[in-house]
């Protein structure tokens, strides 16, 4: 267990719809970032916010947002949903956003399987 | 921009042989390197890590990785292959001083053969 809660595990849902992932880090680590799994795209970074702010942005498509609450937990909204979307998507912790990763690891939760029909 | 290629999206090795999962990266910095796997239904767990100390890593249950810059390699070994060691595994490069995110190659499959 690495200590990274995804609610929910799965989630089915129909295109157009708008669905919300959650994500809870190890107690204590600051950091949080988002990736989606796909079959074609592989792992991709999609976000990470660091104690709330947003610190780096990838492959994140203009209907998905994101967010880090105070009290560290994120969260990642899809909305307009496509069948193509359909994809794993994980959260990571790590203690810190510091420039360098040396001192440092991400521990991946389990993620959430979305699957849009 | 940071990078890396796995060189084979498919391996099958017969239990009790040795392991080697080859990965290349690219980077404009001295990057940290990782090994993660992730079991069928799983997340990703870390193997090991790279952080620019010795460039042989030893990670969990007898993997380890030899760091090459000269190759800009980072090939993954274990001496004797698990059936329990079926699983996917990714090499992952983060350049860090800026850009911290984590970015991952497409993936090895590792089959072990009975």
């Known amino acids: 267990d690495s200590g990274v809660t995804q609610t929910p595990k799965h989630l089915i849902t129909a295109t157009g719809q708008r669905v919300t992932l959650r994500c809870s880090p190890r107690s204590g680590d600051l950091s949080v970032y988002w990736y989606q799994q796909s079959l074609d795209q592989g792992l991709q970074f999609l976000i990470q916010y660091y104690n709330g702010e947003e610190r780096a942005k990838g492959n994140i498509l203009e209907r998905f947002s994101a967010q880090q609450f105070p009290d560290l937990h994120s969260e990642l909204n899809l909305s307009s949903l496509e069948l193509g979307d359909s994809a794993l998507y994980f959260c990571?912790?790590?203690?810190?956003?510091?420039?360098?990763?040396?001192?440092?690891?991400?521990?991946f939760g389990q993620g959430t399987r979305l699957t849009v029909v | 921009a940071q990078s890396v290629t796995q060189l084979d999206s498919h391996v099958s090795v017969s239990e009790g042989t040795p392991v080697l999962l080859r990965c290349n990266y690219s980077?404009?910095?001295?990057?940290?390197l990782f090994w993660y796997v992730q079991h069928p239904n799983k997340g990703l767990q870390l193997l090991l890590k790279y952080t620019s100390a010795a460039t042989l890593v030893k990670g969990i249950n007898g993997f380890e990785a030899e760091f090459k810059k000269s190759e800009t390699s980072f090939h993954l070994t274990k001496p004797s292959a698990h059936m329990s060691d079926a699983a996917e595994y990714f090499c992952?490069?983060?350049?860090?001083?800026?850009?911290?995110?984590?970015?991952f190659g497409t993936g090895t499959r590792l089959t072990i053969i009975p």
């Open positions: 980077s404009s910095y001295s990057p940290s």
């Open positions: 990571a912790s790590s203690p810190s956003g510091l420039m360098n990763w040396r001192n440092t690891e991400a521990f």
């Open positions: 992952v490069v983060s350049e860090g001083f800026g850009n911290e995110k984590l970015t």
